[in-house]
């Protein structure tokens, strides 16, 4: 029995009569599936993104290989990829599921080296592991598929999802793309299937299911669910989109941290201004841009991101987003530096640092405090409710740093050692190094004051005065 009964008025997929498509029970007995899992399907018959997020153990990726087969059977020799962000988690749980479903008589032919699997009817499935590596990307090329499926699609970088959308070039196919993952707060999947914020977005349609939607699992299981620690419980179970997924900084939240409808223009004037700055160039450079309040508030209210930026064009960036508030009299309080920056180079000997110093007249303060201690003020800081963020595009590639950067994962015997200390993933993090270094660096910097401008220019002084009281009230 197929798993779902396709609207005919819907495009339609053509199966093979010979070929029996369905979810089964542990016995093997054929099953219908649940509301959620039938929608998933469905949306993939009038959509080409498709998204379902949710929590463990709802089925998601035994939702996944069902699509996988059909795609593949639907099509003579079609071409699709099964990914999850590292091959060994793909093993253990996609291909070793897709091992269980797959009956070996559809089999043509396998090649477990190169991972990938042929079906008598020529379609093929290759499994890889998507990870933002230079590797990863190398091995998207070139590849013409049919579709792709991903597993945890909130372990894998946008980056990596867009550039497997443009090999969806296959003829003969229904060029489409879906996914599973666990809710991972307010990253670039919720941007792009819950809020919409997408060019076309009525080609993405999101699908939503509970642990407890899985009604084959068994009372004492969801009893053992509930006994588990919270913070496993917000990792995997992802009843919903606030609830971060065991981050480093779990304590950040929608309601608490983030300002929506201010802009830079918002910003008092006698607000102290800072920059700071994670160099890169493979690597993202993030130079974020901060404004603190006499209460002591941190305001994130923009910041330059890119990669494969030169220093000159990094530089030039970072003026030009700097220049309203210095043609206005302004003075950043501090510019701090990540310590890549002291790193010298090859040809001239000088440091990034002299460079941007000497030739581009910003002046980096280069930051030493040890990560935990940088990360523990930071933290303080969102407990406290002085650590905000603006709400507008520019930051989006922060929100995505900041639902995704976890502690490293530790491996059994370690989490039997209660004093190990937790050491985050040096991946991924170039925002959160250019934020945690600025945060660490506050407890040298005084309070403004509400009499204090820090416009030099005292024409300037007399006109934003007038103001003071107005510029105070959108705090409230």
Not at 195 to 204: A, E, G, L, V, W
Request: one cysteine or more; aromatic letters at 12%.
């Amino acid at each position: 029995m197929n798993p779902v009964s396709p609207n005919p008025q819907k495009k339609y997929l053509k199966m093979n009569p010979n070929v029996e498509i369905c979810y089964r029970m542990e016995d093997g007995t054929p099953s219908d599936p649940f509301d959620y899992q039938k929608e998933f399907h469905e949306a993939i018959l009038t959509h080409s993104r498709v998204l379902c997020g949710g929590g463990f153990g709802a089925g998601k990726t035994a939702m996944l290989i069902i699509e996988a087969f059909r795609q593949s059977w639907a099509y003579e020799n079609n071409q699709g990829v099964l990914g999850r962000k590292d091959m060994p988690r793909l093993t253990a749980t996609v291909i070793s599921l897709f091992d269980e479903m797959c009956p070996e008589n559809w089999i043509k032919a396998r090649n477990k080296k190169e991972n990938w699997v042929q079906f008598k009817n020529g379609s093929k499935i290759f499994f890889m592991g998507l990870d933002n590596s230079k590797e990863a990307k190398e091995k998207i090329k070139g590849r013409n598929l049919g579709w792709f499926g991903l597993d945890q699609q909130e372990e894998i970088s946008e980056d990596v999802y867009w550039a497997l959308t443009t090999r969806l070039r296959r003829k003969n196919s229904s060029r489409v793309a879906f996914g599973v993952m666990n809710r991972a707060g307010h990253d670039w999947n919720h941007r792009v299937w819950k809020k919409k914020d997408i060019k076309n977005p009525k080609n993405f349609y999101l699908v939503e299911c509970q642990t407890e939607m899985n009604t084959h699992l068994t009372k004492d299981y969801m009893d053992g669910m509930d006994e588990l620690p919270d913070r496993w419980k917000r990792k995997n179970l992802g009843r919903n989109w606030d609830n971060p997924i065991g981050l480093i900084f779990d304590n950040f939240n929608w309601e608490d941290h983030v300002m929506k409808g201010k802009h830079i223009k918002d910003i008092p004037s006698y607000y102290y201004r800072f920059r700071s700055i994670d160099h890169g160039f493979t690597n993202p450079t993030a130079c974020l841009f901060f404004a603190r309040s006499p209460d002591g508030v941190n305001y994130l209210y923009d910041m330059h991101y890119r990669t494969e930026f030169t220093l000159r064009e990094n530089a030039d960036a970072i003026k030009r987003k700097s220049y309203d508030f210095l043609q206005k009299g302004g003075v950043f309080k501090g510019n701090f530096g990540c310590r890549s920056l002291a790193k010298r180079q090859a040809t001239d000997k000088r440091s990034y640092a002299d460079i941007y110093s000497s030739e581009h007249g910003l002046h980096w303060s280069i930051v030493y405090t040890a990560v935990g201690a940088a990360i523990d003020t930071m933290t303080d800081l969102i407990n406290q409710k002085k650590f905000i963020v603006f709400d507008t595009p520019a930051l989006q590639p922060f929100f995505d740093e900041l639902y995704n950067w976890h502690w490293k994962d530790l491996k059994p015997q370690q989490e039997i050692d209660t004093n190990m200390p937790e050491v985050p993933v040096d991946k991924d993090n170039h925002a959160m190094e250019a934020a945690y270094n600025y945060c660490s660096k506050l407890t040298n910097v005084n309070m403004p004051t509400d009499d204090e401008s820090i416009f030099v220019n005292k024409r300037i002084k007399d006109m934003f005065g007038k103001k003071r009281q107005k510029e105070v009230s959108w705090l409230s």
